[in-house]
Structures are given as structure tokens and as C-alpha cells.
């Protein structure tokens, strides 16, 4: 089946074969929050990608692959992302990470606290920690960049198909966030990165490029 990016709640999986892994896309809720499923081809090793709502689901989506979780990363501490950390966590034993900016805000401590450029290691994998500030001052993003293609890019809810993320609310920054996704994401990848994102449909890095400055000049 060809991968779309396009999932609803309560509908089935996406899944996207790579070769070294597979990644698999699910929404929960009401709030259309996409859960993500990184599988290592060669090893099984997994990581989770928030786990959002619904632990039952994210345990389903977890044994639709290799049947482990040995990894939970927490994008960021808005708690539309984070209603099923505590139970995933419990029930798998996996190793839990988020910005160290955001864990303390989280309902659930992370075991370990992330900075910009660090590594987080599945398999075979290697993932790379973007900080991310403006949308909450801990939000990070994973490129894995598949030596067979392009990047591969989870962004929370820094980064969606038409601009940045929500930088409205008091704490927020969109001068932050822009300055940030320009300098870390757009100038260090190239245009066939795909980028997965917190809420609705995926998009590349060439598809968005060419609207930086409507978005710097939007403001939003």
C-alpha cells in the first residue's frame, strides 16, 4: 500500500518501508494528535513518538511492529501529547526522553532530558536532537537521515505543511521559533526531507521552503 501521511482518529495506521526502518503514522483524539512508530529493520528496536491519548492505541500501534518499545520521546510538554505517557511507559519499560526544558513540566519525568544535538540511538538508527524554542521552550524535533534517501524529520507541533507552530499564547515566541526552524531545519536540510508533524498531513522541506518569508513577514 502506498504511504499517504493521511490518518484519522480512530482509522487505521500508515505505514512507510524505508529499507533500514519503517515508520508508522496513527491520530488519536480529538484533537487529530499523530502518534509515530520508528521500527529498526535490522535490530526491532522501536521508539514512540508522543504518546498523545488513548495508551491502548499506542500499545497496538507498538505490537503492529515488532511487539517492543524500547524508546518514548515527548516532543514537547502541551498536554494534548502527553495523556498516554504515563500508561505506555508502565506498561513497556520503554526509555522515556523530552527537552530539558519541558520535563518538568511533563506527567511523567523522562529518564533522559535532551539538548540540541544530541543522539538518540534505535537499532541501528541515529536520530538527531533539534531544540526547537517558541512553541514551549523545550519542544525538539528527530531527523534521521537514511543513508539509502532522504531525512526524515518528526517536528511536533514546531513545524506543519504552510508555517510554524503556535506562537500566540503568553510564553510563546514566534521570533524564536522561526529563527530556530530556519537555522536548524531549513539551512541544514535539503529539499527532500520529509517531515512528519504533531497534527494532520505530512510535507517536505522543498514543498515549504519557498514560503519562509510570507511566514516571517505573517508573523505567524
Known sequence: MVYTGQVTPGGRSEVRELGRATIRKMSVSSMHNNVYLL????????LLVDAADDPGRCLALVAEGTGRLDHLVTTHQHWDHVRAL?????????????????????????????????????????LDVIHLRGHTPGSVALSWRDPDGGAHLFTGDSLFP??????????????SLYRDVTERVFATHDDATWFY????????????????????ARGW
Open 39 to 46: 521500527t529498526c529493520t535490522a535490530t526491532g528496536e522501536q
Open 162 to 175: 504552510g508555517g510554524v507552530g503556535n506562537t500566540k499564547n503568553e510564553g510563546q515566541s514566534f521570533a
Open 86 to 126: 504515563a500508561a505506555v511507559a508502565e506498561a513497556t519499560g520503554a526509555t522515556t526522553y523530552a527537552g530539558a526544558d519541558d520535563a518538568d513540566a511533563l506527567p511523567l519525568p523522562p529518564d533522559v532530558r535532551l539538548a540540541h544535538g544530541d543522539v538518540v540511538t534505535v537499532g541501528e538508527l541515529e
Open 197 to 216: 508533524p504533531g497534527h494532520g498531513d505530512d510535507s517536505t522541506i522543498g514543498a515549504e521552503r519557498p514560503h519562509l518569508e510570507e511566514w516571517r
